[in-house]
């Protein structure tokens, strides 16, 4: 598993509207890389809303902010659209990328084991590197944790 000071693992994936982003074009920049389970749910739409309001304080210094889950670019679109989201979502449908930074497996949901993200964050430094990583994050208030972490 991916730990801190590891070299972020590098990746191109589709986000919503239509193009496409990768993980080390955005280097000479800190990168906040989130993993949430589902667009457009309570939790994931509480997290969304928090990064979308706290954008300006990310910008400010330098950095940026990735949204991913396994949903498909349409649902991202219509996600976005719906919350006014100001910030990439992108779509790890297969969950590969997922997988390989440590958030991707089994586990319960209303009882029932399911395959998919658990909740995780990545900061990443400016040259790539796993600067901090966050497991099992509680949505509500990580984002403004992060922006003042970060002197935001």
């Known amino acids: 598993m ?4 590891d070299l972020a693992p590098d990746f191109t994936l589709d986000r919503d509207g239509g193009e496409s982003i990768t993980l080390s074009s955005l280097r000479g920049r800190k990168v906040v890389l989130y993993f949430y389970p589902k667009d457009d749910t309570p939790g994931c739409t509480i997290q969304a ?3 979308r309001d706290s954008l300006p304080r990310f910008d400010a210094v330098n950095t940026a902010v990735l949204g991913v889950s396994a949903d498909h670019v349409d649902s991202h679109d219509a996600f976005r659209a719906k ?3 100001t910030f ?6 297969g969950g590969v990328v997922s997988d390989q ?5 089994e586990h319960m949901v209303d009882g029932a084991p399911l395959m998919g993200i ?3 964050t990545f900061l990443i430094d ?5 600067e901090r990583v966050w497991r099992g994050v509680n ?3 990580h984002a403004a944790m992060l922006a003042e972490l970060l002197g935001a």
């Not at 990439?88 to 449908?93: E, G, H, I, R, W």
């Not at 400016?126 to 796993?130: D, H, S, T």
């Open 139 to 141: 949505a509500q208030g």
């Open 49 to 51: 809303c928090d990064f």
């Open 118 to 120: 658990e909740r995780g």
């Open 83 to 85: 919350f006014a989201l």
């Open 101 to 105: 930074y440590g958030v991707w497996g």
């Open 126 to 130: 400016e040259e790539g590197r796993l």
């Open 2 to 5: 991916i730990q801190q000071g």
């Open 88 to 93: 990439p979502l992108l779509a790890d449908v």
